[in-house]
Nanobody, 120 residues
């Protein structure tokens, strides 16, 4: 079982920046990959960024060049640096851990989410 706790969300003006944090209850180096998803009202949850154990990163096209995902294995924390925020970035941002659990296969764990609201 993996507990994930997000923080860092808030209300910012368009063009501003935020850094989201996701603290995991276990050594994140043991987790295959971790990512950030977001869900806006009335929309499906979507992948924003993902970082694999080897450091490889993937981004949604809509955030490339503005968002940066990183991990600090010593702190068991994954970050999402968000720059040049736009109103359409407004959403509840969730941290995800995707990991192999042995005979049971793969498992996904989710945090409670942190709200990001961007005003004009």
């Amino acid at each position: 079982q993996v507990q994930l706790v997000e923080s860092g969300g808030g209300l910012v003006q368009a063009g501003g920046s935020l850094r989201l944090s996701c603290a995991a209850s276990i050594n994140i180096f043991s987790i295959n990959d971790m990512g950030w998803y977001r869900q806006a009202p009335g929309k499906q949850r979507e992948l924003v960024a993902r970082i694999i154990r080897d450091g490889t990163t993937h981004y949604a096209d809509s955030v490339k060049g503005r968002f940066t995902i990183s991990r600090d294995n010593a702190k068991n924390t994954v970050y999402l640096q968000i720059n040049s925020l736009k109103p359409e970035d407004t959403a509840l941002y969730y941290c995800n851990a995707h990991t192999y659990v042995g005979v049971g296969g793969w498992a996904d764990y989710w945090g409670q989410g942190t709200q990001v609201t961007v005003s004009l």
